[in-house]
């Protein structure tokens, strides 16, 4: 018969050993070839996220961490020494690995092959190695975004054409947040879990499980900064938050922070197009559409402001999007205000 001790000991010992690679497979609970490739994929993540978050955790004491390369990725943006960085070890670790064929990063101009994968290799990472790199000189928040696509048609001519279609295409998605633990939050399509990295066995291990965001939250999470780049109806739904009693603004510079915060708690993370970027600064494919797949999955909402993210349609590899993210009746709120309608009855 089992005691209270060993029934214990086996708990503790589970607990430990449920790493994400081994968590797909329980979720998908199949060993079938497509199960263990998405464990192996999520294994490599893992694999780059403990990477990115040693490098890190050394910033300052070691040259060659901090500060600016010199050059300017595909939108024109200053690149940092860490967004080198993380991407090259996104694409080191899937380097012979028989799994992804293809990495997309809003880093990189076009899609990075492997050759010796994509004969086995079915999978597309699309990843942002550096969240919110403007933090790290500053040792704050930062973080990783991915998603990963099942590749369509041979892609002979290396355009990746399949890659530029909406959201709801993605298999998994998810993203590393490295602050004061890292950890690891994914999903399958089948509810959100999170991981916490163990230092002292080197591995994520499993936190929290069908993470489910509140249908309303007092916090919302924006850049005021822009707000006379704003149009209109963003500003009076600034000022309607402002003058509402139960609302607290939470803005840390890193998506990834802010949006864990309120996948935990509840609230929103607007970032709406200004008059110098009409269309937002966010990249659907590397940003918007992982975080909107995890959000829905959770029980919120993720909005352009006129459509969910995962329906957009993209026109290219770089597409960026408005978004508005977060629990429901929070987005459905601020899309009150953009169609003009009357300020629906706050929760607060």
């Given amino acids: 018969m089992v005691n209270a001790a060993q029934q214990a000991q086996e708990h503790s010992l589970n607990r430990d050993c449920m790493t994400p690679s081994r968590h797909v497979l329980q979720e998908l609970n199949s060993f079938a070839p497509h199960a263990q490739d998405l464990s192996a994929i999520m294994g490599r993540i893992a694999l780059a996220a403990k990477l990115i978050s040693r490098h890190l955790s050394r910033a300052g004491i070691i040259e060659g961490v901090l500060g600016f390369t010199g050059e300017r990725n595909v939108q024109g943006e ?15 670790v899937f380097k012979q690995s028989g799994l992804v064929c293809r990495l997309a990063s809003e880093e990189m101009d076009e899609p990075y092959y492997i050759p010796e994968n994509c004969p086995i290799g079915r999978y597309t990472l699309l990843f942002d190695p550096i969240d919110g790199s403007s933090n790290i000189d500053t040792n704050l928040n930062v973080g990783s975004i991915f998603a990963i696509r099942q590749q369509e048609g041979d892609d002979l001519d290396r355009r990746a054409r399949d890659l530029v279609q909406p959201g709801r295409k993605q298999i998994a998605a998810g993203y590393v947040l490295y602050g004061a633990s890292t950890m690891l939050v994914y999903s399958i399509g089948s509810g959100v879990h999170s991981f916490t990295l163990d230092p002292s066995l080197g591995e994520f291990i499993l936190a929290q499980e069908n993470i489910q965001v509140p249908a309303w939250g007092g916090v919302y999470s924006v850049n ?8 209109e109806p963003i500003r009076e739904y600034v000022r309607y938050v402002h003058r509402t009693p139960g609302y607290s603004a939470r ?8 949006f864990h915060r309120i996948l935990l708690q509840g609230g929103i ?27 829905e999955h959770a029980g919120g909402r993720a909005s352009t402001g006129t459509r969910a993210i995962l329906d957009h349609e993209p026109t290219e590899l770089h597409e960026r999007t408005p978004l508005f993210i977060g629990s429901p009746d929070n987005v ?5 205000f953009l169609q003009g309608k009357p300020a629906p009855d706050s929760s607060a």
């Fill in 251 to 258: 803005y840390g510079g890193a998506l990834v922070g802010d």
């Fill in 78 to 92: 200053s690149v940092k020494k860490m967004d080198l960085y993380a991407n090259d070890v996104f694409i080191q």
């Fill in 332 to 336: 459905a709120q601020v899309e009150a």
């Fill in 224 to 231: 005021e900064g822009n707000f006379w780049q704003w149009d």
């Fill in 269 to 295: 993370f607007l970032y709406p197009g200004s008059v110098e970027k009409p269309h937002g600064k966010l990249r659907l494919l590397y940003e918007n559409a992982p975080l909107a797949f995890l959000i």
